[in-house]
C-alpha cells in the first residue's frame, strides 16, 4: 500500500491550502492509499544552524518536532506540500521544514528520500501566475537538488477568502485526479 503524507504549510485551517491539499489527499485514498496530513503550524520546528550533525550519521541536534517527521518523510511513498503564496514564496512554516532539508543533503540520508515523487498544491489571491513562478521554482530546484520527482503542481490563482477555492470546480477535480493518479 502506498503511503501518502501531505503537509500543510497553511496557517489557516479549513482554509483553501488545507482544502486542496484534503482533495489530493481524498484522491489518493479512494486509490488504496495509506493517507495522513502534517499542520506544521501545530509543531515547532526550529531553523537549521548548519552544524552538519545529520551528516555524521546521527539525529538532528534540534530538539524539536521535525525530528519525529524524519521518519514519516523516509516512510511516505509520495509527498504532498501545500503552502499559498505569501510574497512570492512559501510561509514562513513551509520554509522552516524546507530548511530542515539539510538532514537529507549527505549520501547517506540522501539515499532514504531519492526518487520519491512530491506534489505542490499553491493556491493564491493574484490572478496571474506570474505570482507563484519563484514559489515554484523554489520547489523544483529543491526537488531537483534532492533527487525527489516532482510529479504534479496544482496551481490555483484568484482565491482569497476561505473556501474561495469550492467554486474552482476544474482545479478540485485536477486535485483529486493528481492524487488518485499518483497512486
Request: net charge positive; glycine share 8%.
Amino acid at each position: 500500500m502506498k503511503r501518502v503524507l501531505g503537509i500543510m504549510g497553511s496557517p489557516r485551517i479549513n482554509g483553501n491550502t488545507h482544502i486542496l491539499v484534503n482533495k489530493i489527499l481524498e484522491g489518493a485514498k479512494d486509490k488504496g492509499a495509506e493517507t495522513e496530513i502534517v499542520f506544521l503550524k501545530d509543531l515547532e520546528i526550529k531553523e537549521c544552524d548548519g552544524c552538519y550533525t545529520c551528516w555524521k550519521g546521527r539525529e538532528c541536534s534540534k530538539e524539536d518536532d521535525m525530528n519525529s517527521l524524519y521518519p514519516k518523510l523516509i516512510e511516505s511513498d509520495i509527498i504532498v506540500f501545500g503552502t499559498p503564496v505569501y510574497w512570492y514564496g512559501p510561509t514562513a512554516l513551509m520554509k522552516a521544514f524546507i530548511d530542515r532539508f539539510v538532514y537529507f543533503n549527505c549520501d547517506e540520508n540522501r539515499a532514504k528520500i531519492r526518487g520519491k515523487l512530491t506534489t505542490i498544491a499553491v493556491p493564491f489571491e493574484e490572478e496571474s501566475l506570474e505570482t507563484a513562478r519563484l514559489l515554484i521554482e523554489f520547489f523544483e530546484k529543491s526537488f531537483s537538488y534532492l533527487q525527489l520527482k516532482l510529479a504534479r503542481k496544482i496551481i490555483v490563482p484568484g482565491v482569497y477568502k476561505k473556501g474561495d477555492i469550492l467554486a474552482k470546480k476544474d482545479f478540485m477535480d485536477k486535485a483529486y485526479k493528481c492524487g488518485f493518479d499518483l497512486v
